[in-house]
């Protein structure tokens, strides 16, 4: 027998769909969501056994989701709106990405002008890509509840730590202990 081959097969199936106004591309019945930068396109979606690919202009992915069965919601990822709604921060009071934020973040979110809202959009695309959104929009809604309006930096920073886990996530490190130093001083002290 020969031997098998350096690259792995990739079981894939590409198909052209072109996506609805709303960026919606539907295949094997599913709808699965390419972003409303991608409308009325005509996309290449590689269909997987679990998962669908959607690429646009020149090969470049324009979303990465989880394939799905039977009836249902449309599949879609967060993060494929965040480009959308940085370039126009207004939407963000009709977008669909509320529901997948922290209420306290959307509060926060609506209050802030134009620049807040882009700032801080960007800012969570960009620790998502490292940590994962739910934990970037957890660190958004750490730096607005701290009143203050997220940076890239920051949030960054606290999406990784959330996104690692442990007492890190919580919220640093455990000061406790030095409760304790300072009840002991107090005795002596006394």
């Avoid at 409303?36 to 090969?59: K, Q």
């Avoid at 886990?165 to 107090?186: Q, S, T």
Wanted: charged share 25%; hydrophobic share 45%; aromatic share 4%.
């Amino acid at each position: 027998m020969a031997a098998l081959p350096a690259d792995p097969f990739d079981a894939v199936r590409w198909v052209r769909a072109r996506a609805d106004k709303r960026g919606y591309v539907t295949v094997d019945g599913r709808e699965y969501v390419a972003g409303p930068a991608r409308h009325s396109r005509e996309l290449l979606v590689g269909v997987r056994a679990s998962t669908v690919e959607i690429l646009a202009d020149r090969g470049r992915r324009a979303a990465l989701l989880p394939r799905a069965w039977g009836a249902g919601e449309p599949v879609r990822n967060p993060l494929s709106l965040v480009p959308a709604l940085v370039a126009r921060p207004r939407a963000f009071g009709e977008s669909t990405i509320r529901r997948d934020m922290p209420a306290g973040l959307v509060e926060a979110v609506d209050r802030m002008d134009a620049a807040g809202r882009r700032q801080t959009l960007r800012s969570i695309s960009r620790a998502a890509e490292a940590s994962g959104f739910e934990a970037a929009c957890g660190a958004a809604l750490r730096v607005v509840e701290g009143g203050r309006v997220p940076d890239d930096a920051t949030v960054d920073v606290l999406a990784r730590r959330i996104a690692a886990g442990g007492a890190e996530a919580a919220g640093g490190a455990d000061l406790g202990v030095y409760d304790g130093f300072l009840k002991g001083g107090a005795r002596h002290a006394g």
